[in-house]
């Protein structure tokens, strides 16, 4: 785990590294190359953090039998510091799923396509004109009989 300070954020900001596996003498490294960061003071909190499917750790080289072996954790939480009057409770949670989800995202285009279309076509609507060249407002009104 490592701690660094961004000057864009003006905030301390921790990364996990490498999580190290070791049984019988055998170890396996996965390394922690994107994804798993938060602010110092915030832990990191994410539904899945795996080693095979979108993975947000990296598998490195291995020793021994374990180069078949997985990583996976579910409802995975870690926070390395910020912890005060030493409690273990987990500070706010940085997730790792971001606000906009793709559904989201195509809901948001979606609905602003439709708006613009509605849009255009209620301006042509308003440009339409009826035609008047033939009315003579001076002259008597026009007059349809409607029997035959």
Request: net charge negative; proline share 5%; hydrophobic share 45%.
């Amino acid at each position: 785990m490592n701690q660094k300070f961004s000057t864009v954020s003006a905030r301390n900001w921790f990364t996990l590294d490498a999580v190290s596996l070791a049984l019988n003498g055998a170890a396996l490294i996965f390394s922690g190359a994107q994804g798993i960061y938060a602010p110092a003071e915030y832990s990191f909190h994410c539904m899945s953090v795996n080693s095979f499917r979108d993975p947000l750790l990296v598998r490195g080289p291995a020793t021994g039998n374990m180069s078949n072996w997985m990583l996976n954790f579910v409802d995975f939480q870690i926070q390395g510091f910020g912890l005060a009057n030493g409690t273990f409770d987990f500070s706010y949670a940085s997730d790792c799923a971001g606000f906009f989800t793709p559904g989201i995202w195509m809901g948001l285009l979606s609905t602003l396509l439709m708006l613009w279309i509605l849009a255009y076509g209620l301006t042509m609507i308003l440009q339409v004109t009826t035609m008047d060249r033939f009315d003579d407002p001076k002259g008597p009104a026009i007059y349809v009989p409607q029997t035959d």
